[in-house]
Structure formats: C-alpha cells, structure tokens
C-alpha cells in the first residue's frame, strides 16, 4: 500500500523565493511546508533595506506581509530546522532533517546563496566577520558589529550593506580591495573593482556620478578611470572608497585593533613604502556570493557553470523545474540576483507546481506565462545588480535545456 505524503508541497529555505511560493502555492489549495535553519522566517530579506527611486525598499516589511499572508493560508513554517538528506521514492520525497523525516509530493529548493570566504592574515581574530554578519547583527539582531570598521571587498554587496550598515549608525572607515594573491585574483585588481563599479552607476549618491558612471561603462573606460582614480579615494555616501588600496593584514592581541594598508599599483602590486595601519575594531570581508546548492546534489540533479550567476546552479528551465521528477529549484539557488527577482522566480516555480500537481485548471494556464514574462520584467528593472550579463546567461541556460529535452 502506497503511504500518502504528509504535504503536496515541502518547500526547504523561508526567504522571498520560498516564501512567494508557498503563499502562490497554498492559494490553489496545495498542502504547504516550509522548512529553514534560521530560527524566524524571512531569509536575507530581514536585513536588506535600500533606497530605490526616491523610496526606501525594507525587507523585513516585504518578509512581514508574506509571513501573514502565509499564516492565513495554513502554510506549516517551521525554523530552526536542518536539513540534511533528500531521498525520491516511486511517488514522494522523503526529506530528512534535524527535526525528523517528512514526505511531500514534490520539493522546492530555495536554500539562497552563501559567502564567498576572502582570507587574510589575521582574519581569525574575534571582530573579524563577513559582510553579510555584519548586516545580520546590525539590521536583524540590531547590534552593532563594532564602533569602527572596515570593509575589504569591492561588490556590490560591499557597497550595499556598506550603505546599510552606515544608516544604521555605524562608522565605516573605508571599503578596501584584498591583496592580490592567488586567492582573490582578479577581485584585487582596481581595473576590475572599477568595472563592477560602473555597472552599480544608478545607485550612486548624485546625479553627476549617475551619468558619469553610465558613461564610462558605455565607452569601455574601465582602466582609464582607474588609473585616474585618486590614491587617497573618494567618498560615497560619506564612506571612503579606496580603490587604489588593498589590506595587507588585519592586527590585534585578542582581538582586532587595526589593518595594515598600502598603495597599489594598476596591477595591484604593493607600492614600496606605502604601508601604514588604520584603526579599527572590526573587519567586514566581502567575497561575493554563491549558490547554496548542495542539496539539489544530494537530489542528484545535474549542475552547469555560469560565471554571470554566481558559478555552479542546478540544471533547469524557466518554469524552475529540474531533470530530477518532483523537484524545482528558485531564487539565489539559481543564480545570484535580488530579492525581487528571487520572489518572482518563486511565484514562477509556484505555477509549475500547481500545474503539474493538476490545481492550476485549464482556465488558469496562463498563469505560468504570466509569472515568466513578470520575472523577465523585475529582472530588467532590478536596482540591485550583482553580475553583468545575467540575463544573456538566462537565455543560454534555458537554450541549452531546450536542447537537451530533458522533460
């Protein structure tokens, strides 16, 4: 005799994507879980804030709204829960946790991204952190990572929690590039924080740079601009950016107290007698960001590189189904890209869902093309951009699915 699962749907991972789903899911009357390690639902969304077109975006407002909205449909949330194997059996999955097993019909992964580790000498001592911990502690948790920090990274990550961490009240002494070495490679060359620069033009502080910023990336202008980039840096939001300075060190007994800085040349060498140190009592290291796809490998779904979403996703389609039967990935899972973009990719999986569960009815399929077309659009309008390119990789990936037919 066949065991029913427990839920239609089991949806790993509580932040825009799997939260957006599992609200479209519920509303077509699917029976909804969604599990996560964090001890509250929300995901990243509960730290981000940011200006955008004269408004301030607040994702723990957006995270609120989707929380109640899935509360009052009967989706079973449940936090502070590991999971650490997925099983397919002939008609469910079992999915094993720290919680125990549960079984569902099909599952959504939409476990996020994680960061990128950026090590430096002294990187062990207490005070120093990523960049998105100090985002946690100081927007989530509302505790300050430190009095005076420095950030060593150039991203857009960098530059967006930089400015968060910055209206929260915290004194930032400026964003530096790391050493180069055969660890951050490319990250430590000015040339290149100037082109990841460019592409962030429409979020800088004044209209001036704004245009400034769409010109040089329009004509290619990367390593001029950095070459003429002043040594000591410019400010950005009252922030130091020092794109000709990379951290050599971070210092401290029992804690960090200070890093050595120097100047660097267009090559990212260090200039001979450029050293000096800054006082500090925290370091934020920004890496970037990569999928968190580990369990669509535990699932045995097969993975593709692609440099402009972030490196190695999960195989899928634009309806965010996987080759693996019962199984959809959505979100940062997919490719690194904002918040909105990951709720939309979520009501997108949702519709693939309800449709292949039979919930959707007939006079409801457009919804599917519908929620495609509506991904497209937030992506084209997205402000927070953290790879070029992203939509062209899209095409490729979705191209090569189409290729294959593997549905």
């Not at 825009?16 to 599992?22: E, V």
């Not at 609200?23 to 996560?36: F, K, M």
């Not at 004269?54 to 449909?73: F, M, N, P, T, Y």
Request: glycine share 12%; proline share 5%.
């Amino acid at each position: 005799m066949t065991k029913t699962p427990a839920y239609d749907l089991l949806i790993i991972g509580a932040g825009p994507a799997g939260l957006s789903a599992a609200a479209a899911a519920a509303e077509h009357g699917l029976g909804v879980a969604v599990l996560d390690e964090f001890t509250e639902p929300g995901g990243r969304m509960l730290g981000q804030f940011h200006e955008e077109k004269g408004r301030w975006w607040v994702g723990r407002r957006v995270a609120e709204q989707l929380i109640e909205k899935c509360s009052v449909l009967g989706v079973d949330i449940r936090c502070g829960v590991s999971v650490h194997g997925m099983l397919r059996t002939d008609h469910s999955w079992v999915v094993r946790s720290a919680s125990g097993s549960i079984s569902a019909a099909r599952v959504l992964l939409a476990t996020g991204a994680a960061e990128i580790p950026q090590p430096i000498p002294g990187w062990t001592l207490p005070g120093v952190m990523s960049i998105g911990a100090a985002q946690v502690m100081a927007n989530v948790h509302y505790v300050k990572p430190g009095r005076r920090g420095l950030i060593i990274g150039v991203n857009v990550l960098a530059m967006a929690i930089a400015r968060e961490l910055s209206v929260s009240g915290v004194t930032i002494a400026g964003i530096v590039l790391p050493e180069r070495n055969s660890v951050s490679g490319q990250d430590a060359l000015p040339e290149e924080a100037v082109k990841r620069l460019l592409n962030l033009a429409h979020l800088a502080p004044s209209p001036l740079l704004r245009i400034g910023g769409k010109l040089g990336a329009s004509l290619g202008m990367a390593g001029t601009l950095s070459r003429f980039f002043p040594r000591d840096g410019m400010k950005i939001w009252g922030i130091p950016l020092q794109l000709r300075t990379a951290a050599i060190s971070i210092n401290g007994q029992h804690h960090v107290e200070s890093v050595t800085l120097a100047d660097v040349t267009i090559a990212g060498e260090i200039i001979p007698g450029s050293k000096r140190e800054v006082q500090v009592d925290f370091v934020a290291l920004a890496g970037g960001l990569y999928p968190l796809a580990e369990l669509a490998a535990v699932a045995g779904c097969p993975f593709v590189y692609a440099k402009e979403l972030g490196g190695h996703i999960p195989l899928h389609n634009e309806n965010m189904q996987t080759p693996v039967k019962g199984l959809y990935v959505a979100g940062n899972i997919t490719g690194i890209e904002s918040a909105l973009v990951a709720m939309a990719q979520g009501r997108v999986a949702a519709a693939a869902i309800c449709r292949d569960a039979g919930v959707l009815g007939k006079g409801l399929e457009h919804t599917l093309d519908e929620a495609t077309d509506h991904v497209r659009r937030v992506r084209a309008a997205a402000l927070i951009q953290f790879h070029s390119g992203i939509p062209d990789a899209r095409e490729q990936l979705y191209k090569k699915r189409e290729e294959k037919a593997w549905m």
